[in-house]
């Protein structure tokens, strides 16, 4: 069975001193919300604080995120940050196409996957976020959004697909504290994985997360679906005992 993994979004929040507070209070409950289980867990931070996470993080068990990964090696890029150098801070998973990102940043299907290229090429796994807008669950068109915004990514990086970690986040949850039903939820996540069977033959590896206001309340069910194999945390990651009870629902 694959480890469940939780990944934090901290967004566009934090300070040198709520960092600390929030890293040590999760480091601190950690093992109680664990028990004998084992869960993966990461914070994705914002790029400035990377340095300071990474020192937080060592030898606690918890892994460290970046929010995005440029499409480009090096170069005439300002602002942005490449995969050599968030491996330069011992980053492990990288979030690419989150909605925010699609949205407020006009970033393409291919940049994506364009993206998720070179984190894996660097060694750090991508978590590609796919996710309908309402107008298009309304318009019954969920299925091919997200079938196509997977799509680009399988086409662009071929068999190294297995190593990418995919999550769900439908655009009308995120932050608005509206979830998708457990049901709705495992009814995309089997569309997903159905077609990473069809790209790849160790599609059991690629774990699949639901993001999309997950918090203490909800989490244990939406986790306990088949096709659920984690979350992708916004707002509730900021929260130490709303985080920590997120890991302990992974960990049943
Ligand atoms: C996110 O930003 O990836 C997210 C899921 O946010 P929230 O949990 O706040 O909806």
Same mark, same amino acid.
């Given at each position: 069975? +694959?480890?469940?993994?939780?990944?934090?979004? *901290? +967004? /566009?929040?934090?300070?040198?001193? @709520?960092? $600390?507070?929030?890293?040590?209070?999760?480091?601190?409950?950690?093992?109680?919300?664990?028990? @004998?289980?084992?869960?993966?867990?990461?914070?994705?931070?914002?790029?400035?604080?990377?340095?300071?996470?990474?020192?937080?993080?060592?030898?606690?068990?918890?892994?460290?995120?970046?929010?995005?990964?440029?499409?480009? &090696? !090096?170069?005439?890029?300002?602002?942005?940050?490449?995969?050599? /150098?968030?491996?330069?801070?011992?980053?492990?998973?990288?979030?690419?196409? %989150?909605?925010?990102?699609?949205?407020?940043? #006009?970033?393409?299907?291919?940049?994506?996957?364009? +993206?998720? !290229?070179?984190?894996?090429?660097?060694?750090?796994?991508?978590?590609?976020?796919?996710? &309908?807008?309402?107008?298009?669950? &309304?318009?019954?068109?969920?299925?091919?959004?997200?079938?196509? !915004?997977?799509?680009?990514?399988?086409?662009?990086?071929?068999?190294?697909?297995?190593?990418?970690?995919? $999550?769900?986040?439908?655009? *009308?949850?995120?932050?608005? #504290?509206?979830?998708?039903?457990?049901?709705?939820? !495992?009814?995309?996540?089997?569309?997903?994985?159905?077609?990473?069977?069809? @790209?790849? &033959? %160790?599609?059991?590896?690629?774990?699949?997360?639901?993001?999309?206001?997950?918090?203490?309340?909800?989490?244990?069910?939406?986790?306990?679906?088949?096709?659920?194999?984690?979350?992708?945390?916004?707002? $509730?990651?900021? +929260?130490?005992?709303?985080?920590?009870?997120?890991?302990?629902?992974?960990?049943?």
């Amino acid at each position: 069975m +694959k480890q469940k993994l939780i990944a934090g979004n *901290w +967004k /566009m929040n934090g300070s040198l001193i @709520a960092n $600390a507070a929030l890293v040590h209070g999760v480091q601190q409950g950690l093992a109680s919300a664990l028990g @004998a289980k084992r869960v993966q867990v990461v914070v994705c931070v914002p790029a400035v604080y990377l340095s300071q996470v990474q020192q937080l993080v060592q030898g606690s068990g918890i892994d460290l995120g970046s929010q995005d990964v440029s499409a480009h &090696e !090096q170069g005439a890029f300002t602002g942005e940050v490449s995969a050599a /150098m968030l491996k330069d801070f011992a980053v492990r998973y990288a979030i690419v196409g %989150h909605s925010e990102r699609r949205q407020c940043h #006009g970033e393409t299907d291919e940049q994506v996957a364009l +993206k998720a !290229q070179h984190a894996l090429s660097a060694g750090i796994t991508p978590i590609v976020c796919v996710g &309908e807008t309402l107008a298009e669950r &309304e318009a019954g068109k969920t299925e091919d959004v997200v079938k196509r !915004q997977l799509a680009a990514v399988i086409h662009t990086n071929g068999h190294c697909i297995s190593e990418i970690v995919v $999550a769900y986040e439908p655009v *009308w949850a995120i932050g608005t #504290g509206q979830t998708a039903s457990p049901t709705q939820a !495992q009814a995309v996540h089997a569309v997903l994985r159905s077609q990473l069977k069809a @790209a790849t &033959e %160790h599609s059991d590896r690629v774990r699949i997360l639901y993001g999309g206001s997950m918090n203490a309340a909800n989490a244990a069910e939406l986790l306990s679906q088949p096709d659920i194999d984690g979350g992708l945390i916004g707002g $509730a990651a900021l +929260k130490v005992a709303d985080f920590l009870t997120i890991i302990s629902a992974a960990a049943r």
